[in-house]
Protein backbone atom coordinates (compact mmCIF):
# COMPACT_ATOMS: atom_id res chain seq x y z
CA UNK A 1 0.00 0.00 0.00
CA UNK A 2 2.96 2.67 0.85
CA UNK A 3 4.10 1.46 -2.40
CA UNK A 4 1.05 2.40 -4.11
CA UNK A 5 1.00 5.33 -2.43
CA UNK A 6 4.63 6.52 -2.83
CA UNK A 7 3.96 5.83 -7.02
CA UNK A 8 0.44 7.62 -7.08
CA UNK A 9 1.97 10.65 -5.73
CA UNK A 10 4.83 10.92 -7.83
CA UNK A 11 2.28 10.45 -10.39
CA UNK A 12 0.18 13.36 -9.61
CA UNK A 13 2.90 15.34 -8.86
CA UNK A 14 4.14 15.17 -12.18
CA UNK A 15 0.96 15.87 -13.53
CA UNK A 16 0.45 18.81 -11.50
CA UNK A 17 4.18 19.96 -12.51
CA UNK A 18 2.85 19.88 -16.11
CA UNK A 19 -0.54 21.74 -15.35
CA UNK A 20 1.21 24.73 -13.85
CA UNK A 21 4.16 24.43 -16.51
CA UNK A 22 1.46 25.54 -18.97
CA UNK A 23 -0.57 27.50 -16.71
CA UNK A 24 2.14 29.79 -15.29
CA UNK A 25 4.82 31.28 -17.77
CA UNK A 26 6.91 31.49 -14.91
CA UNK A 27 7.34 29.41 -11.22
CA UNK A 28 10.69 31.25 -9.50
CA UNK A 29 12.05 29.45 -6.45
CA UNK A 30 13.92 31.98 -4.13
CA UNK A 31 16.33 30.29 -1.70
CA UNK A 32 15.26 26.55 -2.23
CA UNK A 33 18.41 25.67 -0.17
CA UNK A 34 17.00 26.54 2.62
CA UNK A 35 14.76 23.58 2.84
CA UNK A 36 16.30 20.67 5.13
CA UNK A 37 16.98 17.56 2.75
CA UNK A 38 15.48 15.52 5.41
CA UNK A 39 13.89 14.98 8.50
CA UNK A 40 10.75 16.05 9.68
CA UNK A 41 9.55 19.66 8.58
CA UNK A 42 6.40 22.22 8.64
CA UNK A 43 5.65 24.47 5.80
CA UNK A 44 4.38 27.24 6.80
CA UNK A 45 2.96 29.85 3.89
CA UNK A 46 0.39 32.21 2.91
CA UNK A 47 -2.50 31.80 1.51
CA UNK A 48 -3.41 33.94 -1.59
CA UNK A 49 -4.84 31.36 -4.36
CA UNK A 50 -6.90 28.14 -2.88
CA UNK A 51 -5.64 25.04 -3.53
CA UNK A 52 -2.99 26.14 -6.31
CA UNK A 53 -1.26 27.25 -3.23
CA UNK A 54 -0.30 23.78 -2.32
CA UNK A 55 0.09 22.90 -6.00
CA UNK A 56 2.92 25.24 -6.16
CA UNK A 57 4.94 24.38 -2.93
CA UNK A 58 4.45 20.50 -3.30
CA UNK A 59 6.05 20.69 -6.82
CA UNK A 60 8.73 23.23 -5.57
CA UNK A 61 10.40 20.97 -3.11
CA UNK A 62 12.10 17.44 -4.07
CA UNK A 63 10.66 16.04 -1.18
CA UNK A 64 7.16 15.26 -0.47
CA UNK A 65 4.66 17.47 1.09
CA UNK A 66 1.46 16.01 3.17
CA UNK A 67 -0.96 19.08 2.98
CA UNK A 68 -3.66 19.62 5.59
CA UNK A 69 -6.89 20.41 4.27
CA UNK A 70 -10.73 20.81 4.97
CA UNK A 71 -12.90 17.62 5.18
CA UNK A 72 -15.28 18.84 3.08
CA UNK A 73 -13.05 17.93 0.19
CA UNK A 74 -13.05 14.30 1.68
CA UNK A 75 -16.79 14.19 1.35
CA UNK A 76 -17.13 12.18 -2.63
CA UNK A 77 -15.32 8.81 -1.64
CA UNK A 78 -13.30 8.37 -4.50
CA UNK A 79 -11.71 12.38 -4.00
CA UNK A 80 -11.20 10.50 -0.47
CA UNK A 81 -8.77 7.73 -1.65
CA UNK A 82 -7.38 9.90 -3.91
CA UNK A 83 -6.55 12.71 -1.27
CA UNK A 84 -5.47 9.98 1.28
CA UNK A 85 -3.05 8.24 -1.27
CA UNK A 86 -1.33 11.30 -1.84
CA UNK A 87 -0.84 11.94 1.48
CA UNK A 88 -3.30 15.14 2.79
CA UNK A 89 -4.79 14.88 5.85
CA UNK A 90 -8.10 15.61 6.93
CA UNK A 91 -8.60 18.79 9.16
CA UNK A 92 -12.52 20.14 10.80
CA UNK A 93 -12.49 23.45 11.37
CA UNK A 94 -15.42 25.29 13.28
CA UNK A 95 -17.25 26.29 10.01
CA UNK A 96 -17.10 23.10 8.60
CA UNK A 97 -18.78 21.14 11.49
CA UNK A 98 -19.10 22.64 14.95
CA UNK A 99 -20.21 18.67 16.52
CA UNK A 100 -16.80 16.91 15.54
CA UNK A 101 -14.27 19.58 16.91
CA UNK A 102 -13.05 16.98 18.66
CA UNK A 103 -11.63 15.54 15.49
CA UNK A 104 -9.22 18.41 15.44
CA UNK A 105 -7.21 16.21 18.00
CA UNK A 106 -7.62 13.01 15.45
CA UNK A 107 -6.21 15.35 13.27
CA UNK A 108 -3.14 16.03 15.40
CA UNK A 109 -2.21 12.93 15.64
CA UNK A 110 -1.88 12.22 12.10
CA UNK A 111 0.44 14.90 11.67
CA UNK A 112 2.21 14.06 14.49
CA UNK A 113 3.21 10.38 12.94
CA UNK A 114 3.79 12.23 9.82
CA UNK A 115 6.15 14.11 11.39
CA UNK A 116 7.89 11.14 13.34
CA UNK A 117 8.40 9.56 10.55
CA UNK A 118 10.93 12.44 9.10
CA UNK A 119 8.62 13.39 6.38
CA UNK A 120 7.27 17.00 5.84
CA UNK A 121 3.89 19.15 6.17
CA UNK A 122 2.70 21.90 4.47
CA UNK A 123 -0.19 23.79 6.77
CA UNK A 124 -1.95 27.35 5.61
CA UNK A 125 -1.59 29.07 8.93
CA UNK A 126 -4.04 32.10 8.31
CA UNK A 127 -7.28 29.28 7.75
CA UNK A 128 -8.24 31.10 4.53
CA UNK A 129 -8.13 31.86 1.28
CA UNK A 130 -8.25 35.57 0.01
CA UNK A 131 -7.91 37.74 -3.01
CA UNK A 132 -5.58 40.79 -1.89
CA UNK A 133 -1.99 39.85 -0.64
CA UNK A 134 -2.12 41.34 2.46
CA UNK A 135 -0.99 38.46 5.30
CA UNK A 136 -3.78 37.87 7.42
CA UNK A 137 -3.87 36.90 11.05
CA UNK A 138 -1.98 33.79 11.59
CA UNK A 139 -3.63 30.85 14.06
CA UNK A 140 -1.61 29.37 16.50
CA UNK A 141 -2.33 25.39 15.31
CA UNK A 142 1.29 25.43 13.35
CA UNK A 143 2.96 26.28 17.04
CA UNK A 144 1.09 24.46 18.88
CA UNK A 145 1.62 21.06 16.58
CA UNK A 146 5.27 21.67 16.74
CA UNK A 147 5.62 22.69 20.17
CA UNK A 148 3.51 19.39 21.50
CA UNK A 149 5.51 17.28 19.33
CA UNK A 150 8.81 18.37 20.08
CA UNK A 151 7.61 18.30 23.69
CA UNK A 152 6.55 14.66 23.68
CA UNK A 153 10.07 14.00 21.98
CA UNK A 154 12.28 15.99 24.70
CA UNK A 155 13.47 18.53 22.00
CA UNK A 156 15.27 16.02 20.39
CA UNK A 157 12.85 15.36 17.28
CA UNK A 158 14.61 17.70 15.02
CA UNK A 159 11.67 19.66 13.76
CA UNK A 160 12.10 22.60 11.52
CA UNK A 161 9.73 25.24 10.24
CA UNK A 162 10.09 26.72 6.87
CA UNK A 163 8.40 29.73 6.53
CA UNK A 164 7.48 30.22 2.20
CA UNK A 165 5.88 33.97 0.81
CA UNK A 166 3.70 33.20 -2.16
CA UNK A 167 3.28 36.18 -4.54
CA UNK A 168 1.47 35.51 -7.51
CA UNK A 169 1.98 38.37 -10.67
CA UNK A 170 -1.59 38.08 -11.62
CA UNK A 171 -3.03 34.88 -10.22
CA UNK A 172 -6.97 35.11 -12.26
CA UNK A 173 -4.62 35.38 -15.34
CA UNK A 174 -3.20 32.86 -18.00
CA UNK A 175 0.90 32.61 -18.52
CA UNK A 176 1.19 34.48 -14.95
CA UNK A 177 4.29 34.21 -13.04
CA UNK A 178 4.51 33.26 -9.32
CA UNK A 179 7.55 33.69 -6.77
CA UNK A 180 8.02 30.72 -4.10
CA UNK A 181 9.90 32.56 -1.64
CA UNK A 182 11.88 30.23 1.34
CA UNK A 183 12.59 31.61 4.33
CA UNK A 184 15.15 30.57 6.83
CA UNK A 185 14.26 27.23 9.01
CA UNK A 186 13.23 27.66 12.18
CA UNK A 187 14.30 24.97 14.95
CA UNK A 188 10.98 24.65 16.87
CA UNK A 189 13.06 22.99 19.89
CA UNK A 190 14.43 26.82 20.32
CA UNK A 191 11.14 28.00 21.85
CA UNK A 192 10.59 24.72 23.77
CA UNK A 193 12.32 26.21 27.41
CA UNK A 194 9.34 26.75 29.87
CA UNK A 195 6.78 24.88 27.96
CA UNK A 196 5.53 22.80 30.28
CA UNK A 197 4.49 25.84 32.54
CA UNK A 198 4.16 28.37 30.08
CA UNK A 199 2.62 26.76 27.47
CA UNK A 200 0.80 29.89 25.87
CA UNK A 201 3.50 32.51 26.13
CA UNK A 202 5.74 29.33 24.23
CA UNK A 203 2.99 29.41 21.67
CA UNK A 204 2.52 32.74 21.06
CA UNK A 205 6.39 33.57 20.93
CA UNK A 206 6.58 30.85 18.45
CA UNK A 207 3.72 32.13 16.35
CA UNK A 208 4.72 35.22 16.18
CA UNK A 209 7.81 34.56 14.62
CA UNK A 210 5.88 32.53 11.87
CA UNK A 211 3.99 35.51 11.25
CA UNK A 212 6.99 37.55 11.36
CA UNK A 213 8.95 35.50 8.89
CA UNK A 214 5.81 35.14 6.17
CA UNK A 215 5.66 39.11 6.16
CA UNK A 216 9.28 39.52 5.73
CA UNK A 217 8.87 37.02 2.23
CA UNK A 218 5.80 38.84 1.01
CA UNK A 219 4.70 42.19 0.32
CA UNK A 220 3.10 42.81 3.27
CA UNK A 221 1.47 46.59 3.81
CA UNK A 222 1.64 48.38 7.47
CA UNK A 223 -1.74 49.76 5.94
CA UNK A 224 -3.98 48.43 3.41
CA UNK A 225 -5.38 51.50 1.79
CA UNK A 226 -1.83 52.31 1.11
CA UNK A 227 -1.37 49.46 -1.47
CA UNK A 228 -2.83 51.49 -4.49
CA UNK A 229 -0.17 54.44 -3.75
CA UNK A 230 2.55 51.59 -3.69
CA UNK A 231 1.51 49.90 -7.25
CA UNK A 232 1.40 53.41 -8.74
CA UNK A 233 4.61 54.52 -7.35
CA UNK A 234 5.85 51.05 -9.03
CA UNK A 235 4.62 52.06 -11.93
CA UNK A 236 6.11 55.36 -12.46
CA UNK A 237 9.64 54.44 -10.84
CA UNK A 238 10.46 50.77 -11.04
CA UNK A 239 12.66 50.91 -13.96
CA UNK A 240 14.61 54.22 -12.38
CA UNK A 241 15.01 52.06 -8.89
CA UNK A 242 15.93 49.10 -11.10
CA UNK A 243 18.84 50.44 -13.40
CA UNK A 244 20.09 52.43 -9.49
CA UNK A 245 19.94 49.56 -7.35
CA UNK A 246 21.34 49.80 -4.19
CA UNK A 247 18.93 47.70 -2.17
CA UNK A 248 19.69 44.06 -2.80
CA UNK A 249 23.65 42.80 -2.70
CA UNK A 250 23.16 39.00 -3.62
CA UNK A 251 22.23 37.45 -7.19
CA UNK A 252 18.39 37.12 -7.51
CA UNK A 253 15.89 35.77 -9.38
CA UNK A 254 13.74 38.49 -11.43
CA UNK A 255 10.65 38.18 -9.43
CA UNK A 256 12.37 38.28 -6.22
CA UNK A 257 13.93 41.22 -7.31
CA UNK A 258 11.00 42.83 -8.12
CA UNK A 259 9.71 41.99 -4.70
CA UNK A 260 12.39 43.46 -2.79
CA UNK A 261 12.18 46.41 -4.96
CA UNK A 262 8.95 46.77 -4.32
CA UNK A 263 9.16 46.50 -0.45
CA UNK A 264 11.76 48.76 -0.57
CA UNK A 265 9.06 50.93 -2.53
CA UNK A 266 6.05 50.38 0.37
CA UNK A 267 8.88 51.35 3.24
CA UNK A 268 9.75 54.41 1.59
CA UNK A 269 5.76 55.10 1.18
CA UNK A 270 5.30 54.46 4.85
CA UNK A 271 8.37 56.93 6.04
CA UNK A 272 6.58 59.51 3.86
CA UNK A 273 2.90 59.07 5.18
CA UNK A 274 4.03 58.55 8.50
CA UNK A 275 6.94 61.77 8.64
CA UNK A 276 5.45 64.30 6.13
CA UNK A 277 1.60 64.05 5.65
CA UNK A 278 1.02 66.82 4.24
CA UNK A 279 3.29 66.10 1.79
CA UNK A 280 2.20 62.89 1.08
CA UNK A 281 -1.21 64.23 0.58
CA UNK A 282 -0.37 66.21 -2.05
CA UNK A 283 1.61 63.60 -3.56
CA UNK A 284 -1.64 61.82 -3.92
CA UNK A 285 -3.85 64.74 -5.30
CA UNK A 286 -1.35 65.02 -8.13
CA UNK A 287 -1.21 61.26 -9.04
CA UNK A 288 -5.18 61.31 -8.41
CA UNK A 289 -5.21 63.48 -11.33
CA UNK A 290 -2.47 62.51 -13.58
CA UNK A 291 -4.56 59.02 -13.64
CA UNK A 292 -7.82 60.36 -14.11
CA UNK A 293 -6.10 62.25 -17.00
CA UNK A 294 -4.81 58.92 -18.50
CA UNK A 295 -8.44 57.52 -17.84
CA UNK A 296 -10.21 60.22 -19.68
CA UNK A 297 -7.65 59.39 -22.68
CA UNK A 298 -7.84 55.53 -22.31
CA UNK A 299 -4.33 55.39 -21.84
CA UNK A 300 -1.81 53.32 -19.67
CA UNK A 301 1.40 54.66 -17.96
CA UNK A 302 3.45 52.11 -19.90
CA UNK A 303 2.21 53.38 -23.64
CA UNK A 304 2.86 57.35 -21.99
CA UNK A 305 6.26 56.44 -20.79
CA UNK A 306 7.35 54.76 -24.00
CA UNK A 307 5.57 57.08 -26.32
CA UNK A 308 8.37 60.15 -27.51
CA UNK A 309 10.92 57.45 -28.07
CA UNK A 310 8.16 54.52 -30.28
CA UNK A 311 9.35 54.18 -34.28
CA UNK A 312 7.10 55.67 -36.33
CA UNK A 313 3.39 54.42 -36.30
CA UNK A 314 3.55 53.15 -39.92
CA UNK A 315 7.05 50.93 -39.90
CA UNK A 316 5.79 49.41 -36.45
CA UNK A 317 2.58 48.56 -37.97
CA UNK A 318 4.18 47.26 -41.02
CA UNK A 319 6.15 45.57 -38.98
CA UNK A 320 3.54 43.64 -37.09
CA UNK A 321 1.40 42.83 -39.89
CA UNK A 322 4.11 40.91 -41.67
CA UNK A 323 4.60 38.64 -38.76
CA UNK A 324 1.08 38.54 -38.29
CA UNK A 325 0.58 36.79 -41.53
CA UNK A 326 3.58 34.53 -40.84
CA UNK A 327 2.48 33.05 -37.61
CA UNK A 328 -1.16 33.01 -38.25
CA UNK A 329 -1.44 29.47 -40.12
CA UNK A 330 0.38 28.03 -36.88
CA UNK A 331 -2.21 30.22 -34.43
CA UNK A 332 -5.19 29.02 -36.29
CA UNK A 333 -3.86 25.63 -36.56
CA UNK A 334 -3.27 25.72 -32.35
CA UNK A 335 -7.20 27.55 -31.84
CA UNK A 336 -8.80 24.67 -33.66
CA UNK A 337 -7.64 22.40 -31.14
CA UNK A 338 -7.70 24.23 -28.12
CA UNK A 339 -11.37 25.68 -28.60
CA UNK A 340 -13.09 22.90 -27.25
CA UNK A 341 -10.51 22.36 -23.84
CA UNK A 342 -10.68 26.12 -23.74
CA UNK A 343 -14.52 26.42 -23.21
CA UNK A 344 -14.47 23.68 -21.14
CA UNK A 345 -12.28 26.04 -19.28
CA UNK A 346 -14.04 28.58 -19.24
CA UNK A 347 -17.42 26.88 -18.24
CA UNK A 348 -16.17 25.34 -15.09
CA UNK A 349 -14.12 28.80 -14.12
CA UNK A 350 -17.66 30.50 -14.08
CA UNK A 351 -19.49 27.17 -13.24
CA UNK A 352 -17.22 26.91 -9.90
CA UNK A 353 -16.05 30.82 -8.97
CA UNK A 354 -17.54 31.56 -5.62
CA UNK A 355 -18.66 35.15 -6.23
CA UNK A 356 -17.96 37.87 -9.23
CA UNK A 357 -14.55 38.93 -9.01
CA UNK A 358 -13.09 36.33 -7.13
CA UNK A 359 -9.83 35.80 -8.02
CA UNK A 360 -8.58 32.80 -5.48
CA UNK A 361 -10.30 29.88 -7.08
CA UNK A 362 -9.37 31.09 -11.01
CA UNK A 363 -6.34 29.15 -11.59
CA UNK A 364 -7.09 26.20 -9.31
CA UNK A 365 -10.50 25.43 -11.38
CA UNK A 366 -8.41 26.89 -14.63
CA UNK A 367 -5.51 23.87 -13.84
CA UNK A 368 -7.83 20.96 -12.72
CA UNK A 369 -10.42 21.65 -15.77
CA UNK A 370 -7.02 22.03 -18.34
CA UNK A 371 -6.37 18.80 -16.85
CA UNK A 372 -9.21 16.96 -17.85
CA UNK A 373 -10.23 19.24 -20.73
CA UNK A 374 -6.83 19.21 -22.92
CA UNK A 375 -6.03 15.66 -21.49
CA UNK A 376 -9.10 14.15 -22.99
CA UNK A 377 -9.71 16.31 -26.43
CA UNK A 378 -6.07 16.06 -27.28
CA UNK A 379 -6.17 12.37 -26.16
CA UNK A 380 -9.37 12.16 -28.46
CA UNK A 381 -7.56 13.98 -31.46
CA UNK A 382 -4.30 11.99 -31.54
CA UNK A 383 -6.33 8.48 -31.38
CA UNK A 384 -8.96 9.63 -34.68
CA UNK A 385 -4.64 11.25 -36.48
CA UNK A 386 -4.07 7.63 -35.51
CA UNK A 387 -6.70 5.54 -36.95
CA UNK A 388 -5.97 7.52 -40.38
CA UNK A 389 -2.11 8.31 -40.37
CA UNK A 390 0.04 6.25 -38.02
CA UNK A 391 3.17 6.18 -36.68
CA UNK A 392 5.43 7.85 -36.36
CA UNK A 393 3.68 10.78 -38.39
CA UNK A 394 0.78 10.71 -34.89
CA UNK A 395 3.71 11.00 -32.70
CA UNK A 396 4.92 14.35 -34.18
CA UNK A 397 1.40 15.42 -34.50
CA UNK A 398 1.50 15.07 -30.79
CA UNK A 399 4.69 17.31 -30.20
CA UNK A 400 3.14 19.78 -32.02
CA UNK A 401 -0.01 20.39 -30.19
CA UNK A 402 0.79 21.92 -26.74
CA UNK A 403 3.59 24.23 -29.11
CA UNK A 404 0.63 25.01 -31.23
CA UNK A 405 -1.69 26.32 -28.17
CA UNK A 406 1.27 28.28 -26.45
CA UNK A 407 1.64 29.86 -29.87
CA UNK A 408 -2.56 30.65 -30.96
CA UNK A 409 -2.33 32.17 -27.24
CA UNK A 410 0.54 34.72 -27.40
CA UNK A 411 -0.36 35.18 -30.89
CA UNK A 412 -4.18 36.55 -29.75
CA UNK A 413 -2.41 38.32 -27.13
CA UNK A 414 -0.17 40.02 -29.04
CA UNK A 415 -2.48 41.43 -31.51
CA UNK A 416 -4.47 42.42 -28.67
CA UNK A 417 -1.89 44.47 -27.29
CA UNK A 418 -0.44 45.89 -30.87
CA UNK A 419 -3.86 47.21 -31.22
CA UNK A 420 -4.12 49.00 -28.16
CA UNK A 421 -0.70 50.34 -28.68
CA UNK A 422 -1.80 51.86 -32.11
CA UNK A 423 -5.32 53.36 -30.94
CA UNK A 424 -3.09 54.76 -27.59
CA UNK A 425 -0.30 56.17 -30.24
CA UNK A 426 -3.06 57.42 -32.52
CA UNK A 427 -4.95 59.52 -29.56
CA UNK A 428 -1.55 60.91 -28.43
CA UNK A 429 -0.75 61.95 -31.63
CA UNK A 430 -4.22 63.99 -32.35
CA UNK A 431 -3.50 65.34 -28.76
CA UNK A 432 0.15 66.59 -28.59
CA UNK A 433 -1.04 69.38 -25.90
CA UNK A 434 -2.44 66.82 -23.83
CA UNK A 435 0.24 64.25 -24.30
CA UNK A 436 2.89 67.15 -23.23
CA UNK A 437 0.94 68.22 -20.10
CA UNK A 438 0.67 64.08 -19.35
CA UNK A 439 4.41 63.83 -19.65
CA UNK A 440 5.16 67.16 -17.67
CA UNK A 441 2.97 65.77 -15.16
CA UNK A 442 4.24 62.39 -15.15
CA UNK A 443 8.18 63.68 -14.47
CA UNK A 444 7.08 66.11 -11.69
CA UNK A 445 5.31 62.50 -9.89
CA UNK A 446 8.81 61.01 -10.41
CA UNK A 447 10.71 64.37 -9.33
CA UNK A 448 9.09 63.77 -6.37
CA UNK A 449 9.55 60.12 -5.73
CA UNK A 450 13.19 60.62 -6.31
CA UNK A 451 13.66 63.33 -3.89
CA UNK A 452 11.25 61.23 -1.28
CA UNK A 453 13.72 58.13 -1.67
CA UNK A 454 17.02 60.10 -1.10
CA UNK A 455 15.00 61.52 2.11
CA UNK A 456 14.45 58.28 3.07
CA UNK A 457 18.18 56.49 2.70
CA UNK A 458 19.21 59.19 4.27
CA UNK A 459 16.51 58.77 7.24
CA UNK A 460 17.72 55.31 7.10
CA UNK A 461 21.17 55.76 6.78
CA UNK A 462 20.83 57.78 10.09
CA UNK A 463 18.94 55.22 11.65
CA UNK A 464 22.00 52.25 10.51
CA UNK A 465 24.73 54.75 12.12
CA UNK A 466 22.75 55.38 15.47
CA UNK A 467 21.95 51.53 15.80
CA UNK A 468 25.79 50.52 14.73
CA UNK A 469 28.66 49.63 17.18
Known amino acids: MQVVGTSLYRLVRWVLQTALGFYFARIERFHPERVPR ?9 HPNSVSDAFV ?56 RVLERGEAIGIFPEGI ?21 EHRHGGRLGLHIVPVGLTFSAKEIYRSEVLVNFGEPIRAANFLPGYPEKKRDCIHALNGE ?60 DFTFDNHPERAAAFVRKLDHYERRLQRLQLSDEVLAHFPARQPLVWRSMAWALLAVMVAPLAAYGWVHR ?80 AAGCQAALVLMRAPLAARQLLDLRSQLIAEIEAERQEFNRAAGRYERKEGP
Open 210 to 269: IEQCIQSLILHLSKLERARIVEAVKRLYFDRLLAGNTVIHEPVTAKAEELLLTQAIANAV
Open 57 to 112: IGTSVPRKVNFVATVRLFRLKPVRWLLTQCGVIPINRVKDDPRAMRTVLDSFEACF
Open 339 to 418: LAPFALIRWAVRRHARAPGDKTHVSTVSVLAGVAGFGCFYGLFIAIFHQFFGWPATFWYALSLPVASLVAHYYVRGLRRF
Open 38 to 46: DGPVLFVSN
Open 129 to 149: THDDPQLKAVKTGAARMALEL
